[in-house]
């Protein structure tokens, strides 16, 4: 089974920056595709970064690119997504997942899900 834990969330005046954290554990982390999706208050959960194992290929939503980076540190078990420039409209809990094997990373089709932690924006 594996075990997602995000942290490094919280609240910031719009163009702040915060990195938020999510350490992997139980498997074979850097086996895994890392993504990271956000979820607004009465919104769908929507994709926002993701991050390959093999090539460390990434992909962004249009909305985050030039703002968000999105990396991993296999030795630490650790994704992280580092968010620049935030506006009021990143507001949301953001969620961390997992998958081996997927075949758009943009789906929700992860396994493996943290439990989210929330990012607020304020103007």
């Known amino acids: 089974q594996v075990q997602l834990v995000e942290s490094g969330g919280g609240l910031v005046q719009a163009g702040g920056s915060l990195r938020l954290s999510c350490a992997v554990s139980g498997r074979t982390f850097s086996s895994y595709i890392m993504g990271w999706f956000r979820q607004a208050p009465g919104k769908e959960r929507e994709f926002v970064a993701a991050?390959?194992?093999?090539?460390?290929?990434?992909d962004y939503a249009d909305s985050v690119k030039g703002r968000f980076t999105i990396s991993r540190d296999n030795a630490k078990n650790t994704v992280y997504l580092q968010m620049n420039s935030l506006k009021p409209e990143d507001t949301a809990v953001y969620y961390c997942a997992a998958v081996l094997s997927i075949r758009l990373v943009t789906s929700k089709q992860y396994d493996y899900w943290g439990q989210g932690t929330q990012v607020t924006v304020s103007s």
């Open positions: 991050i390959r194992w093999s090539n460390y290929r990434t």
